[in-house]
């Protein structure tokens, strides 16, 4: 059993952790500021501990006695605000600025480890080839702020660092998910790619199973997707058929770290954990989200 401190615990991949965490037999705690993120971690088994993720000192207290540390902040704009790039201030902030503060805190407070959350559409356009972990990533969009999280978490802290790039999370409670569903009720696509683009996805439930396994893989670099990504034309499909119609109207192509082409594989994660999706989330939720 392990002491675990997770910062962004209160989200929708974080309380998810919580509950695979303390299912694994590891004592959990949740840094928050608010009343209802205390009494959410609490209704989870999880103790809660004030602190101020901005502030290094704040978060030493918090950590103190930690054997690994997670950081899952993010602040993810809601779909219709996601194309004004001002509407990301906050999680690029969180991702910079958060992200050191945790990483020093952390190396200060002893624990062993610093499990760092990141995405996979930091890869360059991969047309079909399949994209590890040594793939070339590029900056742009919202992908600059996640790797230099990645570097704060490599760089300002000397114990094991684990990075996890995850695929789109996919749930029902997901922003984007229920944004997509609502679009190809009336009929029309949100892929930002050509059809024939991969797409990396994840169910955030199996998102979340990732985080324990986290914990005993050596230092490095994971992605946390599908074991077999979709292409936009097979997501389309999937939700056109969940929504009873013949298929989806395609928009215009558009620019971005979204509409490359990211045939992302987690072979690396699954093969030193033991950890794989149960669901390829991109196709299979549709149907279960609706009924």
Known sequence: MSEIVLTGSTGVLGRRAVSELLAAGHRVTGVTRSAPGRERLESLGARAVDGDVFDEASLRDAFDGADAVVNLLTHIPTPDRMADPSAWAENDRLR???????????????????????????????????????????????????????????????????VLR?????????????????????????????????????????????????????????????????????????LAAAVGRDAL???????????RSQRVSSRRLREASGWTPRLRAGTEIWSQITR
């Open 166 to 238: 995850f695929g789109l999370f996919m749930g029902p409670d997901s922003g984007s998910t229920l944004a997509t569903l609502q679009a190809a009720h009336a009929g029309t696509s949100t892929a930002a790619g050509p059809p024939g683009a991969y797409r990396p996805t994840i169910w955030l439930d199996d998102a979340a199973a990732a985080i324990p396994a986290a914990l005993s893989i050596p230092a490095g670099t994971y992605n946390v997707v599908d074991a077999d990504p979709p292409t936009n034309a097979e997501i389309d499909a999937a």
């Open 96 to 162: 910079i600025e958060a992200s050191a503060a945790i990483a020093r805190a952390v190396q200060a407070a002893g624990a062993r480890r610093l499990v760092q959350e990141s995405i996979a559409f930091v890869y360059t356009e991969g047309g079909e080839t399949w994209l590890d972990e040594d793939a070339p990533v590029t900056g742009g969009g919202v992908t600059s702020s996640s790797l230099t999280a990645e570097r704060n978490a490599r760089e300002l802290f000397d114990g094991d660092t684990v």
């Open 249 to 259: 109207r395609r928009q215009a192509p558009r620019d971005g770290p979204m509409a």
